[in-house]
């Protein structure tokens, strides 16, 4: 029964971390220094990193739903 709870672990893991680095790779391209007075202070690298971590839930958090429900498709027949 809980032989898959370790292989999901690893594979949510695993698309978070890609997902965080894939959302800070994207937000490297969006003007911060529009928004924020210093962007180069620390204020504006936490409101970047938050800004990423909270990318990365949606994106990941979509992305692993839709992983659970194709792997419960084979229970429909």
């Known amino acids: 029964m809980t032989d898959g709870f370790g292989q999901d672990a690893l594979i949510q ?4 971390l890609f997902f965080l680095g894939l959302s800070w790779w994207a937000l490297q391209s ?3 220094d529009l928004f924020v ?3 180069k202070g620390p204020q504006a690298i936490m409101l970047r990193l ?3 971590i ?3 839930y949606l994106v990941s958090r979509f992305f692993l739903d ?3 429900a ?3 498709l084979q229970y429909l027949w």
């Open 54 to 56: 909270a990318i990365t």
């Open 37 to 39: 007075r210093e962007p």
């Open 30 to 32: 969006f003007r911060f």
């Open 50 to 52: 938050l800004t990423a």
């Open 66 to 68: 839709y992983l659970q």
């Open 13 to 16: 893991i695993m698309v978070n």
């Open 70 to 72: 194709s792997r419960l």
